[in-house]
């Protein structure tokens, strides 16, 4: 599976005319300015893709913070951002691809096979000399047919039963809130138990760019990680869990994800929390 695609190779292809369409997530938790900072300047005829209202249904206790959206929620969303059967679609932000994984695994999810990353984001466009657009661009409808099944999901019980059938659950958020000392947004603090802290920020360079496959593979081996071995990853809500499993997918490693993650797991009194390192 083909995840990233380096700023530079990007530039070429759109310089030779490629047809592409590019998708600008800029989404972090606690920042609802990613659509004024795609207007001060984005990638030329890139379209703003809203992660909370168009890659997630409305939250609930029941399902997490940014439920997966319905097949024709998301195709409805594809058409308005002019994807047509066929395109290429790649999707970048200025966060590593921490929101942007979200789009390329919905998308993979739905069927799609030609979706990657850009890698190292909005940093690495500049770094390669990209220019910049201002403004809104609103493309003509396009015309995808999603079918979904494109990419291995968990349930809450699946996940939860991971760690005790032979499987390996790996828990993407920081370390202090797998380890239950601070939790910033979700009910309860601490992790799923059974569960490994393997943050996501950790598949990232200096330079924000993802780590070569060699040192991803190694990464993931020291967590647990073994051949043939069913593995699933959570975080809050799903979205940074997409980029563990962009980050395991350019490493080898097929990794099923779990969207509901803690939030909805924690808003479940009956399930237990374990704080500390130890998985529990």
């Known amino acids: 599976m083909t995840v990233l695609i380096a700023a530079a ?35 030329p005829g890139a379209v703003f893709v809203d992660l909370e209202t168009e890659l997630a249904d409305p939250p609930s206790a ?12 998301l195709q409805s969303a594809a058409r308005r951002w002019g994807i047509r059967d066929g395109d290429a679609v790649v999707a970048y932000d200025a966060t590593g691809g921490l929101a942007a994984a979200r789009a390329w695994w919905l998308l993979r999810w739905a069927g799609l096979s030609d979706v990657r990353i850009m890698d190292g984001g909005l940093d690495a466009w500049l770094r390669v000399g990209g220019p910049l657009e201002t403004g809104d661009v609103v493309p003509e409808s396009g015309d995808v047919t999603l079918t979904g ?26 370390g202090e809130r ?34 070569p496959a060699e040192d991803l ?3 993931f081996t020291v967590l647990g990680v073994e051949a043939g071995q069913p593995v699933g990853v959570y975080c809050g809500s799903g979205v940074t869990a997409a ?38």
């Open 9 to 43: 190779e990007l530039a070429d292809q759109l310089a030779r005319g490629g047809r592409v369409r590019l998708l600008d997530v800029r989404w972090a938790l606690g920042d609802a300015h990613g659509r004024k900072k795609y207007l001060a300047g984005h990638l």
């Open 62 to 73: 029941a399902a997490g913070r940014h439920p997966m959206p319905s097949l024709q929620r």
């Open 149 to 174: 099944g494109g990419m291995p999901v968990l349930s809450i019980e699946e996940a939860a039963q991971l760690p005790a059938t032979g499987g390996l659950l790996l828990d993407a958020r920081a």
């Open 178 to 211: 797998y380890r239950g000392e601070v939790e910033p947004v979700d009910p309860r603090a601490g992790h799923v138990p059974g569960a490994v802290s393997a943050p996501t920020t950790e598949n990232l360079g200096a330079d924000g760019t993802f780590r």
């Open 217 to 219: 593979r190694e990464r």
């Open 243 to 280: 980029h563990e499993v962009a980050a395991m997918a350019v490493a080898g490693v097929e990794a099923a994800l779990w969207p509901g993650s803690w939030s909805q797991w924690s808003s479940d009194p009956s399930r237990p929390a374990v704080t500390g390192r130890d998985p529990g």
